[in-house]
C-alpha cells in the first residue's frame, strides 16, 4: 500500500483524489491536510482513518481535537507518508513541495504556483523524475512522452477559453463573479475558475510545462469542448494526444500510482459523447493577462512569484466585487511594470517578491495585504 498525504484534501482536487483512493486497494491516506474546513477534514478522517489530521488554520471555536493545527500542521502530514500529493491552492504550496523534495518523498503536483514562482528550487528534484503533474494538460504531455526516444518538437496546452470565451469584448469588463464562476467543463475552486476567464493560469501552466519539460517548445490552443487535454509533436511530425470527457480522477489516479502503472478504469465515455471537437488561436485581445504572465515567465526570476501574488490578490479583490473583471488584468501589469527583477536562490527571493507584490496589489485593489 502507497501511503498518501494528501495536502488540500478538503480543496476540489483533495476531494477527487480521496475518491480515487476509496476505489483502489493499493492506495492508502496517511495524512489530511487542509487550510480551514475543519468540518469536512474530520468527516474525511473518520472515513479514511489517517495516521494524521492537520488543519493550518482552523477558526476560532473549531473543535480540533486529535488534530495537529498551525505552524506543526504542514511537516506532521508530510513527514511518513510514501508520496505527497500537492493540492494546496496557491503559492502557500511551494513551501510542501520543498519539503516534499528534502525529504526525498515522491511529489504528485497539483498545486502549478509551485514550479511558477519556485521551479529553480525545485531543479534537481525535477531532473531526479520525482515530480508526477496532476494538472490534466501536463499530465498529458508527461503520458504522451513516455516511450518516446526522439525528442519532442512542440507541446500544445489546450484552454477551454473559460466562462467568457463567447461573450463579446465590450461585455468583458463588468462580467459578474456569478457569470464568471459558471464554467463551462470543468468544475474547479473559484480561484482557478477565475484564472481560466482570463487565461492567467494558462499562462501560469506555460511557465510550468517549462520547468517540467525542459527544452521543449510550449504553445496554447483554445479547444472549448475540453476533451483533448493537450498535444505532443513528435519527432516525425505526427501529433499525439490522450482525449477523454473532462474527469480530473483520470490524472490523480495515474500520479499516485505512478511509475506502478496498472490504473483502473475511471471514465466510460466513448467518442460518439464528445461531439465535434474544435480548436482557436488564443485571442490576445480577449486575455490580455495571459500576455503579462508569459512575459512574467519570459524574465524570470521573482518575477512570475510577482505575477502569481499579483493575480491572487487582484481575484479575491474581483470576487469580493471591488474591482471589475477588466482590472485583474490590469493590476497584474501594473504591479509587474514597477517591479526589480531579482534570481532566485532561496525561499527567502520569492517571499520577499511575494510579500512586496501582494502589498503593491492590496494598494490597487483596496484590499488589505
Given amino acids: 500500500m502507497k501511503r498518501v498525504a494528501v495536502l488540500g484534501s478538503t480543496g476540489s482536487i483533495g476531494i477527487r483524489a480521496l475518491d480515487v483512493i476509496r476505489g483502489s486497494d493499493r492506495l492508502a491516506v496517511h495524512s489530511l491536510l487542509c487550510r480551514s474546513n475543519v468540518g469536512l477534514v474530520a468527516s474525511q478522517a473518520a472515513e479514511f482513518g489517517p495516521a494524521v489530521t492537520c488543519v493550518v488554520d482552523p477558526p476560532p471555536g473549531s473543535d480540533t481535537r486529535g488534530m495537529v493545527t498551525g505552524a506543526d500542521a504542514l511537516e506532521a502530514a508530510v513527514d511518513g507518508s510514501d508520496m505527497v500529493l500537492n493540492a494546496i491552492v496557491g503559492s502557500r504550496g511551494l513551501r ?63 484552454a477551454s477559453g473559460g466562462p467568457l470565451r463567447a461573450v463579446p469584448l465590450d461585455d468583458m469588463e463588468d462580467a459578474s463573479p456569478a457569470d464568471v464562476l459558471a464554467h463551462p ?18 499562462g501560469f501552466e506555460v511557465i510550468e510545462a517549462g520547468w517540467l519539460f525542459p527544452g521543449i517548445p510550449v504553445s496554447v490552443l483554445v479547444h472549448p469542448q475540453s476533451v483533448v487535454h493537450s498535444l505532443v509533436r513528435l519527432g516525425d511530425g505526427s501529433w499525439k494526444a490522450l482525449l477523454g470527457s473532462p474527469d480530473m480522477r483520470v490524472p490523480i489516479q495515474f500520479a499516485l500510482l505512478h511509475p506502478e502503472g496498472r490504473v483502473s478504469r475511471i ?103
Fill in 96 to 158: 510542501a513541495s520543498l519539503m516534499a523534495m528534502d525529504r526525498g518523498i515522491p511529489l504528485a503536483l497539483a498545486n502549478k504556483e509551485s514550479l511558477v514562482v519556485g521551479g529553480e528550487l525545485l531543479r534537481d528534484f525535477l531532473a531526479a523524475g520525482s515530480v508526477v503533474p496532476v494538472d490534466s494538460e501536463h499530465s498529458t504531455v508527461y503520458r504522451c512522452l513516455m516511450g518516446e526516444e526522439s525528442p519532442a518538437g512542440r507541446i500544445i496546452l489546450t
Fill in 185 to 202: 467543463t470543468w468544475d474547479m475552486g473559484s480561484r482557478i475558475t477565475v484564472d481560466s476567464a482570463t487565461m492567467a493560469n494558462k
Fill in 267 to 369: 471514465s466510460d465515455d466513448s467518442p460518439l459523447d464528445w461531439g465535434e471537437l474544435t480548436f482557436e488561436p488564443l485571442d490576445g485581445r480577449r486575455y490580455p493577462a495571459f500576455a503579462a504572465v508569459i512575459a512574467a515567465g519570459q524574465a524570470g526570476g521573482t518575477a512570475p512569484a510577482v505575477a502569481n501574488a499579483a493575480d491572487e490578490v487582484a481575484v479575491q479583490a474581483f470576487l469580493e466585487e471591488r474591482i471589475p473583471f477588466g482590472a485583474i488584468a490590469r493590476v497584474i501589469e501594473s504591479v509587474l511594470s514597477t517591479h526589480r527583477r531579482c534570481d532566485v536562490t532561496c525561499l527567502e527571493d520569492v517571499l520577499r517578491a511575494d510579500e512586496w507584490a501582494r502589498r503593491e496589489a492590496a494598494g490597487m485593489t483596496g484590499g488589505k495585504c
